[in-house]
């Protein structure tokens, strides 16, 4: 699944420390959502979204090839 | 706050990794020599000395496994299922030899050398599945 969290991240000036240390969740569980080799629970993503204040679909971008 | 990180998850875990062979080969040492003829209560003490550092290395890898966030869980599990079919594979390839008389291992070194193995296995397919995320 893709992503907008680096993007979103960035924006912000955060780094990838800081934002796991906001959401709770190791740095390298940030990386690897922001490279989509690993897709948050649905609790995660909420957290997410709920941290950059937008909405769970506008941040991953759903693909057919993810099924 | 972030995650205890990986890399203070591997330092204690090698630490009570190291402390539970140098008990081990201590314990071994002890009984084959020093303590050969000792009674049995005291060979069976000093004997049964290596479960207190495991229990400890048990302790710290339930620590870290408790305290990781979901994809270090999920890295946790992967790590133990690969090692378990591994080492599980290992012994049966083993066992499969011995039974062929191709080699012949002694049962009491299959049994100190089943944790071990496990344990050793877990670190390295630890190493791999961590990677894969990265």
């Keep these: ?67 | 706050m972030s995650r205890s990180l990986p890399g203070s998850w591997l330092r204690e875990s090698l630490l009570a990794a190291s402390v539970y062979l140098l008990t081990t080969w201590t314990c071994v040492w002890l009984l084959r020599h020093p303590l050969a003829d000792a009674a049995t209560w005291l060979r069976a003490g000093v004997g049964l000395l290596p479960v207190l550092a495991i229990g400890w290395a048990i302790r710290v890898v339930v620590r870290q496994a408790l305290a990781g966030d979901e994809l270090q869980r999920r890295i946790n599990l992967e790590a133990i299922a690969v090692a378990a079919l591994v080492v599980g594979l290992g012994s049966l390839t083993l066992s499969l030899l011995v039974v062929a008389d191709v080699i012949a291992v002694s049962g009491q070194a299959a049994l100190v050398w089943t944790l071990p193995a496990l344990a050793m296995g877990y670190l390295a397919a630890r190493v791999w599945a961590t990677r894969r995320y990265r």
Excluded: C, H
């Excluded at chain 1, 796991?20 to 940030?30: E, F, K, Y």
């Excluded at chain 1, 959502?33 to 629970?41: F, M, Q, R, V």
């Design chain 1, 1 to 67: 699944m893709n992503s907008r969290l680096r993007a979103l991240r960035e924006q912000r000036g955060w780094s990838q420390r800081e934002l796991a240390g906001r959401l709770s969740v190791s740095r390298q569980t940030i990386n690897a959502i922001e490279t989509g080799k690993y897709d948050p629970s649905l609790p995660l993503a909420f957290r997410i979204a709920r941290e950059f204040g937008e909405a769970i679909e506008s941040i991953f971008l759903f693909n057919e090839d993810d099924t």
